[in-house]
């Protein structure tokens, strides 16, 4: 088994490990299947910060850790914006791996950017679990359940071939704008909407009150983020709130390809004639018909 694909955190420490299985592995976990001998062409060194792992003088270059390593915010960046994947060969090659893995597997595809991202099936199994939560929200925020369930699966399908390297990630991440949960809502996101009134996950929470959310530390946001339901929740609220926002000019109650293009865009001024992106009208065009199909 070779390691093809690492992850750094945010003190560029290799953190995640993937194999030529697309298995996703903590550091712990590879120092021992390294001990064990499972890894080929690296060794455990021990360091002052504990083991790790170092690549064996015989690899061939293509294949030293360094090679082979992404930092995180490259790899959270390039999940929202597939422009960077050129730019990144250790990033082209796992992508080259896993397309050419679901491919094989067979069954239909979401396709992102011309890029095969994850099957149909493991998209409708993720949203599935959460239709009551997606129709609870939608019916706090008034908007269409359909929407905010295509919104979602864009947010699946963006991060199907990352999901297992981004889940453990994210905790090195959480003094960062980070984003989470089944919804990808950034921790900023998510103070702003708090601040403004529209979502408040834990009422109880004093470090959520409108005297201190401000200065509340984006690890206890984050902590509520990656919690499903509240994900849905920020998600809707953040739909409704650009509803609101931009009122006085278009109603984007008949406009659900702004919402979505604008929901994945940073702040944009409200104004009269608004258009729509290609990941906007693939939201409302392909992800609806999805959403409306898998929640019904």
Known sequence: MKIIFVATG???KNVVFVSDTLQSYSLGEAVRLTKEGEFGNVYVVNGRGGEYL?????APKKEQLEQLAVSSRQLFTFAQDTRYAVSTPAIARYLQLYQYTIEKGGGPLIAIDGRAKITKEAAKMKLQPHRKVIFDAAEKFNIDPYLLGAIIIDEIARFGPWESITDPLAGYFVGVNTSAGIAQVKTDTARGLIQ?????????????SP??????????????TKQPKHSIFFAAARMRALI????KFVDLETMPEIVATLYHLPYKNPHGAPEANARGLQITEEFYQLAKEWLK
Do not use: C, H, V
């Not at 170092?54 to 015989?58: A, E, I, N, P």
């Not at 201190?212 to 902590?223: A, G, N």
């Open 211 to 224: 005297d201190k959310i401000k200065k509340t530390f984006r690890m206890d946001l984050y902590e509520y």
């Open 54 to 58: 170092r690549t064996s003088r015989s």
């Open 244 to 247: 609101d926002e931009w009122k």
């Open 10 to 12: 945010a003190k560029g």
């Open 196 to 208: 403004e009134g529209y979502y408040n996950p834990n009422p109880n929470d004093p470090k959520l």
